[in-house]
């Protein structure tokens, strides 16, 4: 009895034991004494665009809230995280942070009290950023004017909320890692990978997480539901998707820095990242991403088994179609070059998953208000003016018309989506 | 061969009146109107107003106040789901814009629907939109909305062509801080010192009011305001008002 009882604690022991030294191997020694000179201006310029590429002000800042002062709520399955405060407060904010302390969350993902930080903020991207990028970054930081707000206090469920469980977690799917050049590649094509992997964590969109939040391959970039928001980024390796391998280089570079390209829009969150980030990036690294991102080895997503719409739901589609959407979309789905969308042959359109298409219409939208493309044309939403039904048939219709091939969308689904409209 | 004749003299009308509607509405032109076709969906053609009152006119308002509430949704002072949404792509430069298309916008507004309240509130709510309280600090609405209560420029509304139920949810939000302005919120101050009666007398009676001749908002106001109001500076670059 006592020998079980030994081998049960020591097994314990060992597990606790791996699951800390998973957590902190590969940090570097901190130190913890703030720099007590100003940033030059150099490193400061430099650490202004890292910080664009990464995006950090998107989730850092709440709507209407000064940039950078933290608060913004993000919404994950395992309850609320907040977005802490990164401008450089001494009590509030990072003023009081060294800069491998600084290092060490973007690349360790631990904060300056040895917290384990939750992947809500996308360290497992950020560890592929080098040292030299993380310190400009920070003296970017250390630049801005300090905002005296105090962090939010998560809100997430038990044991999500526990730093024990955090443990667990990042021995199961984190490690801290460098990005190492491939010597097969070109330079422009290895500047494009750091980037899509690293600083511009496009994976953690793009990438199906599983149950527990987890991007299963951070690389691959085949696509998923963004949780909690009902927009599906699509795979960036399916030419069926959003895949760019014969798309020219320069219409990715004119969509990731306008919003707009022959072949496609972006809406939602992307419009998001186009304005925030992408348009304010050096064409150069826009070229690397899209070298890299045509790359990418290509995926042939499984063509599902898609319901056909019934003859009735049919007839209401395309009636309502003719009613609502042909005025600006053209009757056979042609649109407008240069304001709307086709949505005859449109990928965007035509996704397995349909989450998507029901947004859009349901919430309407514009893209991205640019410096290529500063005054943009609208969609009205229609969840004021159509039923779930009526959604479903016109959704339908568009998926199955002008020689679209995809399935129909139930009414079900729509509701489902509807819930998330107007959040 | 005459009855084909009479028959087409029957479907002719139809016809021209086809050819009319398609002359009438071009179907794309590359315009500020066709860029916005997102607003005018809930507020009706033109920025009328829509049907049920619940989506307010916004044509003819003056272009500093549709920029303030443009930005006070897109920066979450204001809360309504899918305006946020349509306005978080967008760039100061271009909500001036939209504001300013709308603002330009001289339509002529539908009569008032006829007054259902009581003769005793609808009284109440003329005495505070006229005189105000002095006694519980509540100004007079004329002393900023203008005499004949069209607003006045720049960043003023005008109060009439409203409906009863927009009106009083619009002060109800004000009161509870629901909606918020650029500091210093003078609404805020003033919806504050309402009580729910007065707020339901106020909206009761601008509602009922019809339009003056001239619905347009007054270029200056006869005294200066005695209340401060916040707005926000134009984007760089841009004339501020």
């Known amino acids: 009895m006592k020998r079980v009882i030994a081998a049960v604690l020591l097994g314990i022991l060992t597990v606790v034991a791996l699951v800390l030294f998973l957590n902190f191997r590969g940090e570097d020694e901190i130190h913890d004494a703030p720099p007590l000179t100003p940033p030059a201006g150099e490193s400061v310029a430099r650490g202004a665009y890292l910080v664009r590429a990464g995006n950090c002000m998107a989730c850092h800042t709440e709507r209407g809230g000064v940039p950078f002062a933290g608060g913004r709520a993000i919404e994950t399955p395992f309850g609320t995280a907040y977005a802490s405060n990164i401008t450089p407060d001494r009590q509030t904010g990072i003023g009081d942070w060294s800069a491998s302390q600084f290092w060490r969350a973007l690349h360790n993902g631990r904060s300056r009290d040895g917290r384990l930080l939750y992947p809500a903020f996308p360290y497992a991207n950020y560890t592929l950023v080098t040292r030299a990028d993380a310190d400009a970054m920070f003296d970017y930081l250390r630049s801005v004017s300090p905002v005296a707000r105090a962090n939010t206090p998560h809100r997430l469920r038990w044991p999500y909320s526990t730093q024990a469980a955090l443990a667990v977690w990042r021995a199961m799917y984190f490690s801290p890692a460098q990005y190492r050049d491939d010597a097969a590649q070109t330079a422009e094509w290895n500047r494009g990978a750091y980037l899509v992997r690293g600083l511009g964590h496009c994976g953690a969109c793009h990438t199906t997480r599983n149950a527990l939040g987890a991007n299963s391959d951070m690389l691959d970039l085949s696509g998923g539901v963004i949780p909690m928001q009902s927009w599906y980024a699509p795979s960036l390796a399916s030419p069926g998707e959003a895949g760019l391998h014969d798309w020219e280089t320069a219409q990715v570079v004119r969509l990731l820095q306008s919003g707009v390209a022959d072949r496609g829009t972006v809406l939602g969150p992307m419009a998001e990242v186009v304005l925030h980030s992408t348009q304010h990036m050096a064409p150069a690294d826009l070229r690397a991403m899209a070298v890299y991102l045509k790359a990418l080895p290509r995926t042939t997503a499984g063509a599902a088994d898609a319901p056909v719409a019934g003859v009735r739901m049919a007839e209401r589609g395309a009636k309502l179609y003719e009613q609502h959407c042909a005025q600006c979309h053209g009757d056979e789905g042609e649109g407008v070059r240069g304001a709307y969308p086709p949505l005859a042959g449109n990928r965007a359109v035509t996704l397995p998953e349909a989450a998507n298409l029901v947004q859009v219409v349901l919430g309407g939208g514009f893209p991205p208000a640019t410096t290529g493309n500063p005054r943009p044309f609208g969609m009205p939403p229609f969840a004021t003016l159509l039923s779930d039904d009526d959604v479903a048939a016109v959704v339908s219709h568009i998926r199955g018309a002008w020689g679209n091939k995809a399935g129909a969308v139930s009414e079900f689904a729509v509701s489902q989506q509807r819930g998330g409209i107007g959040r | ?241």
């Open chain 2, 1 to 241: 061969m005459q009855m084909k004749f009479l028959n087409w003299l029957a479907i002719a009308p139809a016809w021209i009146l086809a050819a009319a509607i398609a002359q009438a509405a071009p179907r794309f032109e590359d315009s500020m109107a066709q860029r916005t076709l997102a607003c005018t969906g809930c507020h009706g053609k033109e920025g009328r107003a829509g049907p049920d009152g619940y989506y307010p006119r916004i044509s003819g308002k003056p272009a500093g106040y549709l920029y303030n509430q443009l930005l006070n949704f897109r920066d979450g002072r204001r809360h309504y789901g899918l305006m946020a949404r349509l306005l978080d792509p967008l760039s100061d430069a271009y909500l001036l814009e939209i504001a300013q298309h709308f603002a330009a916008l001289d339509l002529p507004y539908a009569a008032p629907p006829p007054a259902t309240a009581a003769p005793a509130q609808l009284q109440r709510g003329q005495a505070l939109v006229r005189e105000g309280d002095p006694a519980h600090d509540i100004p007079a609405c004329v002393q900023c909305h203008g005499d004949a209560l069209t607003g006045a420029a720049p960043n003023t509304p005008g109060l009439l062509g409203l409906s009863r139920d927009y009106l009083n949810s619009q002060l109800g939000a004000w009161r509870t801080g629901q909606r918020r302005a650029h500091a210093p919120d003078c609404m805020a101050r003033i919806a504050r010192q309402l009580s729910p009666e007065d707020v339901a007398a106020v909206a009761a009676w601008l509602a009922a009011q019809p339009l003056p001749r001239d619905t347009r908002a007054v270029a200056t106001l006869p005294r200066p305001p005695a209340i401060l109001c916040g707005s926000a500076m134009r984007p760089a670059g841009r004339p501020q008002p």
